[in-house]
């Protein structure tokens, strides 16, 4: 069969069509089908280097040449402060805390998407499949099945959901056919702690009122054996007034603006803070938007300049505190947690268009952090210019697409990606990570070496 | 569409929730699924096996898989009904809950009746009592209208001495505004009206402009048949013409128009035809694929299917930008007069469209009678007419509406059907058996919604004045899985999320007001008071915390994300604890139901009584009142009535219809 070293149509033609407009729809060469029943998948790698993931969707697609993919040039603005780091170019301006942690972070400049539109592709990201095929229509978040997986190994005293997403807005796929127990539990990072862990009228009124309906309904006994719905007010009952968990949702002013005071920041403590605390949650999905600079994008206190300002803050200091932090075997917190950034796709190169921005654009850049990643390091390159993959970097030999991202989390949890589950509502077989005949998905182990 | 996954998928939860299959060993292509060490594993899991080559087409089933999968979902409908409906305290109205009516005995109302207890006396099948005024007023009263009755309407049923007031409490519920609600909210999810999608963005003019167009076909009674045929040959501008975002819904980006074609087809199957695997068939023939998953699909081939998609091939729908900033642009919607459907396609969505046979375009032939039309007529009109005319349109809309009031459709899920196993007096070859749960009867209702004008409100009255609908849904003696299909008890079901919202607020009596983003909307909404008139599934956008209490419950997104009714922690969290709830419970909360009462009397007895009605619809029983009566000699009025009104939001019965 065919080895995809060279595209079906010629790069330069694919890429012309692509740069085209806002939307951006167009032909997708890499997306051809397969023929019926020739899906195959690699042998499974699965690594098992990390106890937690940390994902963090960069909504609205970053402009990789500003960050992560630095290409200088006549546009580049001074307050960039444009630096090497051992051979990687970084805007130390733009991001000054993150260019601290430099060391921690491999930069995957490889990666790919198929197509140019926000939601598909952030739903793409979330589950490891194009939305529009049968399985995208019921496919959980990845983070649910990920707390599907570690459901068996839940203490009785981890009352918290495995997966939680925080600062996420519109956008958030959740648990799709997977019962509701996989949801992600939707938290909004607040100084004061969790809002509904706690009764508004008091706890003196909960403990009354938990009392009537006690009464109430054991005057009306149940007649079978367990109740899925009284078992979920039993574990929001013991989530609440518990001082563990209420904890592990506050944190104090001086953590909040270390953080960058934003909610982003907010959402990268209480992510810190789950970990430390290991009370159930082993997936975390936060969201950061603002990066859909089509216009204006180096405006001063607008553009990139405020989401990146909240990226570099929050999630410099997670990087820093999750370091200092104890984990097991002598590992520390960041050593159990891979964190993943990325945006769906990327944006235009070169010079700005007619609106000082930059429009879609489908290659871009993953970093990867902690879970065993080892860091200080680009891999993969793009042309000059930053607008092919020029060396993919890795074993498949070809652009990282958001399933490779994908096999990449589940290796590293420990998960095998290949998993078919025959449990879909469809009939059709669910796959951890599908596969198709162009190619099957595989980790990036290069990361990790 | 995703709201009749519900009850299939109701059942996969539970089954996950309480087997939690689990994988053990690490070899891609011989991964074994094994049932964890719970305490509490039902004797019903199922072991699953993934085929032991990676060769073997990932999508085959085998049909005892396929059964067996029935027969769960039955075993989880029945135990929803038995943990809710032994919570009900509401006497049935034929007395002793020990016995029931043999089925012969029954009374049959109309030709429904005929059907379902025919069968039932014919299988030997005890059918439940009927359900007493109580039971059977909140029930109705939520199915039709989607919202609880108040303490005065209960009184005013119970003690009504007329002997048809239950025929004529669903006349009077059927034309009342909540009926608008709560049925434009219904369609609204069925044709995925939103204003921001995966494949196309309708902006909130779209949306509302949709959003009004079927609210005004159910408000005038229109023949569903000519609705169809509205949206199905629609044109013009989709911000002034509401039935036109049907066809822009059908849009499939990063692709050819031929993907375009085919999401016509794909929706046309599904929201009129019920039949889903239109969705395959349009990237592969059935064999090999479809072999035990539908027998009609089986023999299908890609090319016939093709047919379909041909009807949508001169639909144009051009964007055009009618705003910059704020962006919003609108698509003009029209069949050109030349176009076909050309198989020349080698990327995209689907598999490669290559000639076949020397035939490199597709004429419009309806895949289910071979129809064609003459080359000058109007395609998506010609669709219209001849997919309306199919009895399978019938069909499948009698089966929707049928779930929504019976719990178990016909046919589940219910835009799964098998044409090749439909018919009584032709049944498929074994191991397949007859698909729907009643055959007779759900073609005779296709029929009879066929000749009766394809009348929504009299086909919704029909079912709600059957003594079948109207059955307890507690059951005399030992009730078994088996007895789902003959429909023998009343079916419990969890209130959607918006019905869970207006019950609430109507419950509270504390009225909130939300106002709907239509900046530029030719057809702007005012303010509202209940979830069930938002035009979307994502608003209010106005007050985020009011959107994340219904999202909590599963309203889904009318796109990837399903509406569901499974449980979960948040949806506890939430009814104990949040705003929306707590701040209602309140006595000096202006217009409360707990203020008013207390303002309307002391006496400890009534105000328990009063909530009782006003929250469950229902009186007290003796024990219960004792316990009331307790809370309020504890606790004084003014708290232990707050105590039992935020008892009572948080009953379990409170978020279910029995």
Known sequence: MKTITEPIINRRIFFEIASAGVAGYFLSPLDVLAQAGTTYQKPAVVMNSARYAIFILLAGAPS?????????????????????????????????????????????????????????????????????????????????????????????????????????????????????????????????????LQHPDGQVSFGDRRLVVEALNSVNPVR??????????TSAQSMMYDPAVNNVFRFSPTDQQRYGNSGFGNSCIVARNLIAADLGTRYFQINLGGWDNHSNIYQANAGIYNPARQLDQGLANLIADLAIMPGSNGRSQLDQ?????????????????????RDHYAVHTTLFAGGGVRGGRAMGTTTADGRFVDSPGWSQERPVAPEDIAATIYSALGINYTTQRRDDPLGRGFEYVPSTSTWPPYPVVELFQ | MRVFLVSFLAAFASIALFSAVHLAGQEAGAVEFRVPHLEQVPEDTVEFRSSPTAADCNYLRNPDEFLRSTELHRKEVSRWTEIVGSQVRMLPASGDLQTGAAPARMPRNNFIDDYIFGRMEGAGIQPAPLASDLEFLRRVTFDITGRPPSPTEIFAFVADPNPNKRDALVDKLVWTFEFLDKWTMFFGDLYKNNATATNVVRYNQGRDAFYAYIRQSIAENKPYNQMAQEMIAAAGDNFVNGAANWLVGTTVPMGPAQDTYDGGAVNAAQMFLGINVVDCLLCHDGARHLDSLNLWGKNETRANIWGLSAFFARTRMTRQVVSQTPLYADFIVSEAATGDYILNTTSGNRQPRQPQGG?????????????TIPATANRLQSLATILTSDIQFSRATVNYIWEKFMVEPFVSPSNSFDLARLDPNNPPPAPWMLQPTNPELLNAMAVWFQENGYDLRYLMMMIAKSNAYQLSSAYPGQWKPEYVPYYARKFVRRLDAEEIHDAIVKTTGVLPSYSLDYQGSLYGLPSVSWAMQFPDTSEPRSNNTVAQFLNAFGRGNRDQVMRSTSGSVLQALNMMNHSFVTSRIHANNNGSNVQWILRYTSNPDAIVEHLFLSTLSRPPTPEERAVGAEVMKWLGNQRGAESMQWALLNKLEFLFNY
């Open chain 1, 64 to 196: 990789h040449v500003d960050t992560f993919d630095l290409k200088v040039g006549p546009w580049t603005p001074a307050n960039f402060q444009p630096t090497t780091f051992d051979g990687v170019d970084f805007p130390a301006g733009l991001l000054p805390n993150l260019s601290y942690q430099w060391g921690q972070f491999a930069f995957l400049r490889s990666c790919q998407s198929n197509a140019l539109v926000h939601s598909l592709l952030q739903t793409w990201n979330q589950i490891a499949r194009n939305p529009t095929t049968s399985t995208g229509k019921i496919a959980p978040n990845i983070g649910s099945i990920v707390a599907l997986e570690f459901d068996s190994q839940r203490r009785r005293d981890q009352v918290l959901p495995g997966f939680v997403s925080l600062n996420t807005g519109g956008n958030l796929i959740r648990n799709g056919y997977l019962p509701a127990r996989y949801s992600p539990f939707d938290v909004t990072a607040n100084a004061g702690g969790l809002t509904n």
């Open chain 1, 224 to 233: 079978v054996d367990f109740d899925e719905m009284r078992d979920f007010y």
């Open chain 1, 337 to 357: 947690t891979l964190i993943v950034v990325k945006g769906e796709f990327g944006r235009t190169v070169g010079s700005l268009n007619g609106q000082q921005g």
């Open chain 2, 359 to 371: 035939v490199n375009r597709i004429m419009p032939k309806y895949p289910w009678n071979d129809q």
